[in-house]
């Protein structure tokens, strides 16, 4: 690792290009959400095609993960990330420039860039630092939800700037991944190990079969609908329910700082625990309890809207370390976690246009609501059964 370490210029180094490319992975999609009601009036979009924009970058995880590792096979981690990095604010931009089919395509992009670097991650940090998994996925969390909601605060606010626009709000975002693509321009001259290169036992198909492998995807699965809800339709359901744009937003914002609170102290006691079973079924319970606060008791929205953040961050953490903790070596953790966001985030995917039609229908959000408490019962039966101190 030593080696690998110097002919990258340093894990310094890689840690800032690891952390900057945190930066670009939710917010791109969090800044959606506050604007969604500003795109809706421009265009005429109904509240299903809005869950169908909403729900394209997940689309686009469960298509382009299974790819990922492949990727990685023959080009190599740094290279692929660097190339995830490009899609991603290749997308953003063509998603400002005005039109609505440029809107949705964009997401596509950059959602698939997104894909690969959600992926790779965490193959990354197995190879290079397998006895700091869950405290850098922590410090990977934090980055990425404090990008998240600085974009989820300031896009509103920049988009009612005189001559500004919603599209120019969301091109603000392309900061994040034009940092990154700087920090990793400079390793791209080194040599860059693809993972064919690296000595690793041989994949036989059993990630695929092991119902470890499927409870892990399951637990992911499910934390990703409800974050993907909420992203989406969190601003709409506090709009709905008396707040401004404004103060939804900054509450979205507030449901993303408050994500990386886990992140802070989570990674280094879950490094030490031998088994998380007591943890993931803790935070999917305290899902459901805020969930259910918020459907009922809306005039309470920031205290739920803050828990829901502890508790979706806490989860996240939870099973992107699994990918980590459960697979035995840096292949399999890349297997791993492509099946998982495959499966994962294809089943995460039909919540935002299913909320979306669900509101149209029904002209509330109860049912929207109802059906997230019951995925936060569902993470709870998984979680405890993808937390069992043991591998694949």
């Known amino acids: 690792m030593e080696g690998i370490d110097r002919m990258r210029g340093g894990s310094g180094i890689l840690l800032v290009s690891i952390l900057l490319t945190a930066s670009a992975l939710r917010a791109p999609i969090t800044a959606v959400g506050p604007v969604l009601g500003m795109i809706q009036e421009t265009s005429g979009m109904s509240g299903a ?43 953003i931009g063509l998603r400002s420039i005005g039109p609505i089919w440029a809107l949705f395509l964009g997401t596509g992009i950059f959602g698939g860039g997104i894909a690969v670097a959600n992926v790779l991650l965490p193959s990354l940090l197995k190879r290079d630092f397998p006895a700091r998994i869950t ?20 896009v509103v606010p920049l988009a009612l700037l005189p001559g500004s626009s919603w599209q120019l709000a969301l091109g603000s975002v392309s900061l994040f991944p034009l940092a990154a693509l700087i920090a990793w321009f400079p390793q791209l001259r080194l040599h860059s190990l693809s993972m064919r290169d690296v000595e690793v036992p041989p994949v036989d198909g059993k990630v695929w079969h092991s119902p470890l492998a499927w409870h892990v995807t399951a637990f992911l699965g499910l934390t990703s609908l409800i974050f993907y809800v909420l992203i989406g339709w969190l601003p709409a359901i506090l709009v709905d329910g008396g707040y401004s744009a404004e103060t939804a937003g900054s509450l979205q914002g507030l449901l993303l700082l408050m994500s990386v609170v886990p992140g802070l102290v989570l990674g280094p006691a879950v490094q030490r625990m031998k088994d998380q079973r007591t943890l993931a079924l803790s935070v999917s319970l305290a899902t459901c309890f805020s969930l259910l606060g918020l459907w009922l008791f809306p005039a309470l929205a920031t205290l739920w809207v ?11 953490i939870l099973s992107l370390a699994f990918v980590g903790l459960r697979a035995s070596h840096s292949h399999q953790a890349a297997a791993l976690s492509g099946m998982a966001q495959c499966i994962g985030y294809s089943l995460a995917a039909g919540g935002p246009p299913l909320v979306g039609l669900a509101h149209d229908t029904t002209g509330g959000w109860s049912v929207a609501l109802g059906l997230c408490v019951v995925a936060a019962l569902l993470m709870a039966v998984f979680g405890s059964r993808a937390g069992r101190a043991t591998t694949i």
């Open 135 to 154: 405290s850098l996925t922590g410090a990977y969390i934090v980055t990425s939800g404090v990008a998240a909601g600085l974009a989820s605060v300031a």
């Open 306 to 316: 803050g828990l829901l953040g502890v508790c979706v961050g806490a989860a996240f």
């Open 49 to 91: 095609a809005a869950g169908i924009l909403t729900a394209l970058p997940v689309l686009a995880f469960a298509a382009i993960s299974p790819l990922a590792a492949i990727c990685a096979r023959h080009y190599g981690i740094e290279r692929s990330l660097f190339g995830a990095l490009l899609l991603i604010a290749a997308g």
